[in-house]
């Protein structure tokens, strides 16, 4: 291989390389939020667009000006370029780009390994998705049209649908998953502080779709604990009225 081809192979390596150096970062154990990943992949891509288009406008209108036609019917004066150069001039801006694809995709990809790997301490909420409105089940057979939650404890939603297919689009926390019949699907996300937010269904259901939502309020333990233990408390005593009215209709009966 020409010395300078090898020159201009390694460079090409090392930029594509230096892509996923770029990326790597240490693990700290603590719990990465789905929500700040997701915020901060967004800034890297706003950076990169405005810095690459930048660079390519500066670099235009320099040339533009630089080398602009001075009479009419001027002729450049461009060196012919030899089989290094132009390889050179075809592979570097690629390999620069790619750099550049391959760093943004990896960080994509932390990003869904995140969204996708659900902390072991996280609270389950069960979710089912109807034509038109999402219920809640927290378990103990309490059931909600709202979805409250603790702050500062990641939060996972199993989910599902009696109907067709709806979306769980939960954009204050910059993420949204499918619900279908038949399948379990899930997201989890990271209530840091107290957030009163709304979920709206993403995947047209239906003719009430603009229909489908609901409050979604982060708030702080003891007003959770508080919210839930009223809501126990209101079950028993429904349950208690109808074990008596039952009891009531069977005293009744055989008098009939
Ligand atoms: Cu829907």
Redo the contacts with the bound molecule.
């Keep these: 291989m020409p010395k300078r081809l090898e020159m201009i192979v390694n460079l090409l390596g090392i930029l594509l390389l230096s892509g996923e150096a770029a990326f790597a970062k240490a693990t700290t154990g603590e719990i990465q939020s789905p929500t700040e990943a997701w915020n901060h992949t967004w800034d890297d891509v706003l950076w990169d667009l405005w810095i690459i288009g930048g660079v390519f406008t500066i670099v235009a209108v320099y040339l533009l000006i630089r080398y602009r036609a001075r009479s009419p019917g001027a002729v450049g004066t461009a060196r012919p370029l030899n089989l290094d150069m132009a390889l050179a001039w075809a592979l570097v801006p690629a390999a620069i780009f790619m750099a550049d694809d391959f760093f943004l995709a990896a960080k994509g990809w932390s990003l869904w390994n995140i969204q996708r790997q659900v902390p072991r301490d996280a609270m389950e909420v069960k979710v089912t ?1 109807y ?2 409105y999402f219920e809640y089940d927290y378990g103990n057979g309490i059931t909600d049209s709202e979805l409250v939650v603790p702050v500062g404890r990641p939060i996972v939603l199993r989910m599902t649908s009696k109907d ?4 769980f689009g939960l954009t204050e926390y910059r993420l949204k998953e499918d ?1 279908m019949p038949g399948r379990v699907t899930y997201l989890w996300f990271y209530p840091e502080k107290p957030l009163e937010t709304q979920v709206v ?1 993403v ?4 003719t009430s ?1 603009a229909e ?1 939502y609901n409050k979604v309020r982060a708030v702080p333990k003891a007003e959770y604990d508080a919210w839930l233990s009223k809501k126990l408390e209101r079950k028993k005593k429904a349950e208690l009225r109808k074990s008596q009215a039952a009891d009531d209709g069977a005293n009744v009966e055989p008098a009939q």
């Design positions: 998705g034509q038109w067709v297919i709806h979306s619900m269904c995947e047209f259901c239906g779709h489908m």
